[in-house]
């Protein structure tokens, strides 16, 4: 049976990853996994400076962009660790706190939305792992990634869990996924390292030359041929960083980072050009004359 699920693409993907987008829908589709537009969803919103600016604000707005979910009667699955954050955390609040719940409802009612929290909001590392399966994927797999070696990067909120217990299985998930399509993964030391992104809105050069840079160094040190990354942000910060790393204060890297949805699609055999790998910001064409032999 075809599972289906709305999709929460987040404003990050949309907007400056479209490669990603284009990846992640053919191997949906590659994998049998049928997915719905989210039609009228806002940012989800932001993590962190949302909830600064007023608590009730990102509770209002990830409640209305769950409640499109519940219309549709389908789990949400987010490509995006922010809002998969966000979302998760704004249904177990407001399902664990009636009294909020109710509150966020009569400012949703003016437009036509109710939250009622009753379907899932998922992590596309979990439901490729759990719903689909490491068998199914490996199946897929016409193009095995043997000859490149990658360090990961979950990213922080891939972490949030409703337990300490629980907050490393989404990690491991993506490790297995990644391990599924023959790439092999170098340790670097520093995996769990935040990519610094969060830190732009307060000090960039504290961003860039004191978090990312040292992230980059070890990863350098470790031979990795690229970075696979499962969050959109942590993909800005990683590629885009590097660019003004070199250009505003002279440190020079060029690691290629990928998402992981482009990795599966590279290693399903999916043509190129259907992906738009080329408007990565950090050239990956060495990488696919790697791949290539």
Known sequence: M???????LGCTIQIRLPSVEAASKLVFDRLGIKVHEMNGVSCCPEPYTSGLISKELRLALGARNIAIGDAMGLDIMCICNGCYET??????????????????????????????????????????????GL????????????????????????????????????????????????ANIVNYGLEKMCCGYPQRQVNERISLVETLATK??????????????????????????????KHKYKIA????????????????GIP????GLEIHRIPIKDLIKKLEG
């Open 272 to 275: 190129y050009e259907k992906l």
């Open 216 to 245: 980059l160094k070890e990863i350098m040190n470790s031979k990795a041929d690229c970075i696979v990354v499962v969050c959109p942000g942590c993909h800005i910060q990683l590629e885009f960083g590097q660019i003004e790393l």
């Open 135 to 182: 068998e199914k994927i490996k199946s897929q797999i016409i193009k095995p990634l043997s000859m490149l070696n990658v360090a990961l990067h979950p990213g922080c909120h891939i972490y949030k869990a409703l337990s300490i217990e629980e907050s490393d299985k989404k990690p491991r998930m993506f490790e297995e996924i990644v391990k599924a399509t023959g």
């Open 87 to 132: 979302l998760f955390e704004v249904k177990n609040i407001l399902n664990e706190n009636v009294q909020a719940k109710d509150e966020i409802n009569k400012l949703l009612l003016p437009f036509k939305k109710e939250f009622k929290g009753v379907n899932q909001v998922r992590h596309v590392v979990e439901v490729l792992f759990e719903e689909i």
């Open 2 to 8: 075809q599972k289906e699920y709305a999709l929460f």
């Open 253 to 268: 890297f060029q690691i290629p980072v990928i998402h992981l949805m482009e990795l599966l699609a590279i290693a399903m």
